[in-house]
């Protein structure tokens, strides 16, 4: 799994369809099933990550899988060991499904052609976090009932956002109509061979979409000014309690997180009724477990 | 193709296991059904109501999906990738008796999954295995507390137990 730009949207559907199934697994009083029973899943996160990282971690156990998390801060890499030694060294180990998050794009394609085990991308670099797309389009699925005709507005730092991109796709393929809101400066240059529409304006676009996404504004990606100063940001581009009075009232609210809270939305919108961003993280495990089980069930019929 | 059961014989087979079932329940014991998916699931839906019936209280029906605990995920027997579906067992099924039902038993594996399926619910009182058709060929040590139709074919062939509700007619034919 290491993009939905490659997925059709039967593939997608079947992922969600999939993940359906395993939504039970989290709510009742034995939470595994045993699917993955013997299988060793690596968490190969070259970046910070508190909720893709954990969400992944649980849906391994939960299907019965063994974890072994690797951080790089306090990994051999400090010492210069590079990416493919350590996913070599790891594999020599015995593994079967290696999770991997990095700052490069592409990265996980690489690790994909140079080790046996199974590859999913939990995030590289700008390029896509399917995973994140598929629980969103399956949480608004799980809402709405389907994406077909719906509009959605992908707000913020578009830019350098792969949460935009993989929704982008995910979206798309399901029949959604995606807009893309913010300051030219993070608005991506070749914006228009995507399929996507465009807005720079917040105001003009809340009243119309059923969905909307808050990126974070990402500090450590961002280099340079790409806007004034953040209260003007927020003043443009922020989800405030008087914007969300202009849009429809079952409009959804999401984030992927985690939320600078006051900045690309105000607390209480984070926290109010139209928010489904605890939900979002509640599918995310139910997701992620159909993702590992469907790559392992690849890797099984592939051998 | 040769079909070794008609509708009224299917309807007949139900009814035997409707009363052999009642007959061998204490009757202060709560019962329910749960049928695993998919055809189980049908025959489930049909004993429960006609449990309901004859006993004057409501059976509950439940539906379960054993491809989580399947034993050849990791070693494929053929070419289908198994559909995970959901399972849909709206009651507590600790202290009931719970007829597990589906449409034929021939090697076993499909009850021991669905025995642990079960047991990562709930704790029931008894599990009770009913059967349309019990084929000869186990593969473990499992037998059908209340089977319909006892049949020996060989095992190239298939046993295609089809429906009204999922396959528009009630027959049961060998392939």
Redesign the interface.
Known sequence: MLGLHELSAEEITHILDTAKGFEQISTRSVKKAPPLRGKVVVNLFFEDSTRTRNSFALAASRLSADVIEFTEKVSSVSKGETLLDTAKNLEAMGIDIVVIRHSAGGVPRLLSRNINACVVNAGDGFCEHPTQGLLDVYTIRKIKGTLEGLKIAIVGDIAHSRVARSDMWAMSKLGAEVIFVGPPTLIPGQVDKLPVKVSYCLDEVIEKVDVINMLRIQFERLGGNPFPSVREYSHYFGLTVERMKKAKPDILVMHPGPINRGLEMESEVADGSNSVILEQVKNGLAVRMAVLFLVNQAAAQGE | MKVILDSRQIKRILEDLTGRIISGTSPELDIAVVGIRSRGEILAQRLSARLSEKLGKDVPCGTL?I???RDD????QG?D?P?????EIGFDIDDKVIILVDDVLYTGRSARAAM?ALI???RPKAIKLAVLVDRVGRELPIQADYAGYKTDVAPGKLVQVNLIESDGKDEVVIE
Do not use: I
């Open positions: 999906d491809t989580l605990y995920l990791n070693s494929p070419n990738q559909q995970v579906r959901t399972t642990d990562d619910l709930g």
